[in-house]
């Protein structure tokens, strides 16, 4: 089960990709695993050189009862020290953004594949419109061809 952050590639430039585990409870990982997270409007922080996952929404496990979580709760991610400290300093001083791009599961393990974005303008989501409806019509003018060839 993959959950991904489609307006993420939309809203930013994606400069460079970190995966990193996250620190969950029981149920939060049951509800992963059935697929109803949202990572949409959430974002990464660096605090006392940890870093957090923040606004990230994991629906209550249906037979959690008692044992439930909290939804929208922090969650600390787990990254060696150089990395931590690599992304500091990126963030910092080039001024740059974490988001989280996708949750998946590597060796039943949760992981999110973070991004090191740099935010873009209304001009800029234009173009990558465009770009992206153009490749659509070359796909499609590519494909009519071949059938009639």
Partial sequence: MEILNRKARHD????????AGIVLTGTEIKSIRQG???IKDSYGVIKNDEV???N????????GNQFNHEERRTRKLLLHKKEIK??????????????????????????VMLGV??????????ESIKERDQKREMQKASKYKN???
């Fill in 117 to 126: 974005c740099r935010g873009k303008k209304n001009y800029d989501k234009r």
């Fill in 36 to 38: 109803s997270a949202n």
């Fill in 52 to 54: 957090f996952l923040l």
């Fill in 12 to 19: 930013y430039f994606v400069e460079e990709t970190i995966e």
């Fill in 86 to 111: 690599k992304l500091k300093e990126r963030l910092e001083v080039q001024g740059f953004t974490l988001v989280p791009l996708k949750i998946y599961f590597k060796e039943n393990k949760a992981k």
């Fill in 147 to 149: 059938q009639y060839l």
């Fill in 56 to 63: 990230m929404f994991i629906s209550p496990y249906k037979e």
